[in-house]
């Protein structure tokens, strides 16, 4: 099947999610725009009803306790484990609601930041805390690797002059970062969210830039990833401004 048929396939299927809760009527406006964010769709399916599929590991055992560890790399498990996470935290019957709120708003950057896997997501908070704490204070880490090397002596110079901030925990300070831009989401989503994120803080930067300039660097960060984060993020998308609602 095309790429294209693809993408329209996904896009069908989301909007009958809203067709069969009765929200239809209301996104009829905004059927020009699910159809353009069809690439988007799956990882807006992944984030609300396969929460388990990016569960962060130091949060297994205390939602789960007593569960054995070869569930997490069971897939049919793993929906089951989904499930049950939204159904015991009451965002089952919440979820297309969810999902129909995404089209009314028009998916901000901050909503996409939350749809990230958890792995570039990782990867994300810990390139911004090397980023805010510099690379004379990231020199002494034994787990910095080349590519982190690289990436803070040749690239970021190229694009961030904000004065560096004290600290010597870089994975924390990202994941601090991260949550701040989270905080004006929806509670739901910034559930989900959160079972990405490590159970402990840890010890971040108390002092950072502003959320202007964390945005920023969040989007230069980003485009250092592969396909499909680097293009889903390159353009702005629709603000919820130019969303006309009918109903």
Same mark, same amino acid.
């Given at each position: 099947?095309?790429?294209?048929? #693809?993408?329209?396939?996904?896009? %069908?299927?989301?909007?009958?999610?809203?067709?069969?809760?009765?929200?239809?009527?209301?996104?009829?406006?905004?059927?020009?725009?699910?159809?353009?964010?069809?690439?988007?769709?799956?990882?807006?399916?992944?984030?609300?009803?396969?929460?388990?599929?990016?569960?962060?590991?130091?949060?297994?055992?205390?939602?789960?306790?007593?569960?054995?560890?070869?569930?997490?790399?069971?897939?049919?498990?793993?929906?089951?484990?989904?499930?049950?996470?939204?159904?015991?935290?009451?965002?089952?019957?919440?979820?297309?609601?969810?999902?129909?709120?995404?089209?009314?708003?028009?998916? %901000?950057?901050?909503?996409?930041?939350?749809?990230?896997?958890?792995?570039?997501?990782?990867?994300?908070?810990?390139? #911004?805390?090397?980023?805010?704490?510099?690379?004379?204070?990231?020199?002494?880490?034994?787990?910095? %690797?080349?590519?982190?090397?690289?990436?803070?002596?040749?690239?970021?110079?190229?694009?961030?002059?904000?004065?560096?901030?004290?600290?010597?925990?870089? %994975?924390?300070?990202?994941?601090?970062?991260?949550?701040?831009?989270?905080?004006?989401?929806?509670?739901?989503?910034?559930?989900?969210?959160?079972?990405?994120?490590?159970?402990?803080?840890?010890?971040?930067?108390?002092?950072?830039?502003?959320?202007?300039?964390?945005?920023?660097?969040?989007?230069? #960060?980003?485009?250092?990833?592969?396909?499909?984060?680097?293009?889903?993020?390159?353009?702005?998308?629709?603000?919820?401004?130019? #969303?006309?609602?009918?109903?």
């Amino acid at each position: 099947m095309a790429e294209s048929a #693809i993408r329209a396939e996904r896009a %069908d299927r989301a909007t009958n999610v809203l067709l069969a809760e009765g929200t239809l009527a209301r996104a009829e406006g905004n059927a020009e725009w699910v159809r353009s964010e069809a690439a988007l769709w799956p990882w807006v399916g992944r984030f609300f009803w396969s929460p388990a599929l990016d569960l962060h590991p130091t949060r297994r055992q205390s939602l789960l306790p007593g569960w054995p560890e070869d569930v997490w790399s069971d897939e049919r498990a793993l929906a089951h484990v989904s499930r049950y996470l939204l159904s015991a935290h009451g965002l089952l019957e919440n979820t297309v609601t969810s999902v129909g709120a995404v089209v009314r708003d028009g998916g %901000d950057s901050e909503f996409m930041l939350a749809l990230l896997p958890q792995s570039p997501l990782a990867r994300l908070a810990r390139r #911004i805390g090397l980023v805010l704490h510099g690379a004379a204070a990231c020199e002494s880490l034994t787990a910095l %690797d080349e590519d982190e090397r690289l990436f803070l002596t040749q690239r970021v110079p190229l694009y961030w002059h904000v004065r560096v901030v004290a600290g010597d925990d870089p %994975d924390a300070t990202g994941w601090h970062v991260l949550r701040l831009l989270l905080k004006g989401q929806p509670g739901d989503v910034r559930r989900r969210f959160l079972w990405k994120t490590p159970l402990e803080p840890g010890q971040p930067a108390k002092s950072l830039p502003g959320a202007a300039l964390l945005h920023g660097l969040v989007r230069k #960060i980003l485009k250092e990833f592969e396909s499909p984060w680097s293009s889903l993020f390159a353009t702005l998308r629709r603000p919820a401004s130019q #969303i006309h609602l009918r109903g």
